[in-house]
């Protein structure tokens, strides 16, 4: 055969995926196994979401439709950033994508050139530097420690820009760490990109799932609004994972350089699930305040019930719904805990390098089950964990 495009040889899979199959695999030799490996609610579209898509469909909107995105959706859109993140921003700058995944990668096709250096945090979600590579461009990560609660360090970005650099990738709250990074934070990172000429790239798809605090939207600094593209989506926010509905808030130059990617690959996206789209975003039944109260309830027990797991360590995420769990002084490896934790205690989580090389003594569990789910799986993994104690006392 002839060989094959060499930009596939660069791209990375994710751990949560490949765990995913193996839990599976042991569901069907009849195991019971606790899923917290997967970053999807276990909620579902509240009822005036259903309600609209069938309308949708019967009212025959199931044809093609504008390629940025059907109009009222855009303009629904922009009525709730304003209300959630006290964003103005225009219509038109809106671009509607099948799942947020997609706005990403058209964001990344429209910015990244060979060679460019795009910087990311570390642990962070597992496409960025995957991407960028399949890109041509260099991923440079920068570190999100336990002992910055998790938090950009902007004098670690601000050294490790250099005059190749491109963009900059940010995801608050973050996955997997859960923080929220501060204003200030955000502020010194918004001067950074503003003197460098930077893109950023603010992946905001937790930005509703946050507990108790304010959400301040990286576009919102000075200097942001020519150079940041929000990327964010349906599946967190409203629990609509499989209806692959997301979209970028892009600066006005870049707009028609998205929709020519949209005309590109996948034309438009489904007319009835946009339509849908606006109820959600309505919320008219208080669903996404209702889901996040349950999973701050569900943070509480949790992490709680982590902490009390010998070797285990977990500061409370600030937002998402994933506890990220230092394991380092069960004196295995990540791999190892979590091999243990799915093959003899059937509770699957994911060892922390998915993330990247900074996540090396971590796991993740995602927390979007119920409170008895999770009881139980932490009892589990507490039966098993004679196995790294033993590990511990022979080090
Ligand atoms: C940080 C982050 N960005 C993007 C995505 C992709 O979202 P979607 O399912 O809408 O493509 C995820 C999904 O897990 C995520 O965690």
Not at 368 to 377: C, D, G, N, P, V
Request: aromatic fraction near 8%; charged fraction near 20%; hydrophobic fraction near 40%.
């Amino acid at each position: 055969m002839r060989p094959l495009a060499s930009r596939l040889s660069v791209l990375t899979g994710e751990g949560a995926l490949t765990v995913y199959s193996r839990a599976k695999e042991l569901e069907r030799q009849g195991r019971s196994i606790i899923h917290l490996e997967l970053g999807e609610p276990d909620f579902h579209p509240a009822e005036p979401v259903i309600a609209a898509l069938e309308k949708a469909l019967r009212d025959g909107k199931d044809r093609y439709c504008p390629m940025a995105g059907v109009p009222a959706l855009k303009d629904e859109l922009a009525a709730y950033l304003h209300r959630t993140r006290n964003l103005n921003v225009s219509p038109e700058s809106v671009v509607i994508a099948p799942g947020c995944k997609i706005a990403l990668f058209m964001a990344m096709m429209a910015i990244i050139e060979p060679g460019d250096e795009v910087l990311w945090p570390d642990p962070g979600f597992p496409g960025y530097p995957s991407i960028t590579r399949g890109f041509g461009g260099v991923p440079v990560p920068f570190g999100l420690t336990e002992k910055n609660g998790f938090q950009p360090d902007p004098d670690e970005i601000a050294a490790k820009i250099t005059p190749r650099t491109k963009a900059i990738l940010l995801n608050s709250p973050c996955n997997p760490t859960g923080s929220v990074y501060s204003d200030e934070v955000q502020r010194r990172i918004a001067e950074l990109a503003v003197k460098h000429d930077l893109y950023v790239l603010s992946d905001e798809i937790y930005a509703r799932i946050i507990y108790g605090q304010k959400y301040i939207s990286m576009l919102s600094y000075p200097g942001m609004a020519e150079r940041t593209l929000i990327i964010d989506g349906f599946s967190k926010s409203f629990a609509m994972t499989g209806w692959r509905l997301g979209y970028a808030i892009a600066p006005p130059e870049l707009v028609p350089h998205l929709v020519m990617l949209a005309i590109n690959s996948y034309t438009c996206v489904a007319e009835f699930t946009q339509l849908a789209a606006i109820e959600a975003l309505r919320d008219s039944t208080g669903a996404t305040p209702r889901m996040v109260a349950e999973f701050q309830k569900r943070r509480g027990q949790f992490i709680g019930d982590l902490n009390r797991v010998p070797g285990f360590r977990c500061i409370p995420p600030e937002g998402a719904f994933y506890a990220w769990v230092n394991i380092e002084e069960t004196g295995m490896t990540a791999e190892e805990v979590c091999r243990i934790m799915l093959e003899e205690a059937g509770v699957a989580g994911i060892a922390g390098a998915a993330f990247g090389e900074m996540g090396r003594k971590f796991v993740r569990f995602s927390f979007a089950s119920s409170t008895a789910t999770l009881k139980e799986a932490v009892a589990r993994i507490q039966k098993v964990s004679a196995a790294w104690q033993g590990a511990a006392a022979t080090r």
